[in-house]
């Protein structure tokens, strides 16, 4: 079980770090084609959302990599699985569907490491 979710974890922040990083760092303009619903929200909120996802990737795996504050793993897939939750329902909100496959699956990865991570087992 241990091996499946540091995959699970390299494969979820491999995927926030890329998200988050984009977010970042390109302006407004260059995401919107891609993500349309930047255009609903500032530039400053749109970088914290960046910022929030590129932080939750290295808490799923920085603290396992170093022994140090491991409760981090499970507390960042947590808030990586509300960010998603809040992601989904905003694109509901807006009707549109096709985003929450996405959501889904991101969701359902960052809650079997929370799961799995906060468990009274440790793994």
Do not use: C
């Not at 749109?46 to 022994?67: N, Q, T």
């Not at 329902?89 to 991570?117: D, P, Q, T």
Request: net charge positive.
């Amino acid at each position: 079980m241990n091996v499946l979710l540091w995959i699970l974890q390299g494969l979820l922040a491999l995927a926030f770090l890329a998200a988050g990083a984009m977010k970042t760092t390109q302006p407004k303009e260059k995401l919107a084609p891609n993500m349309p619903w930047v255009n609903d929200f500032s530039t400053g909120t749109v970088k914290l959302v960046g910022i929030a996802e590129f932080l939750g990737a290295l808490g799923l795996v920085l603290p396992g990599l170093f022994g140090i504050a491991v409760i981090l793993t499970p507390v960042a897939a947590a808030a990586l699985a509300l960010v998603m939750v809040l992601a989904a329902a905003y694109h509901v909100r807006k009707g549109e569907y096709a985003s929450l496959g996405i959501n889904g699956a991101l969701f359902l990865i960052a809650a079997v490491i929370a799961w799995g991570r906060f468990g009274p087992w440790p793994l």
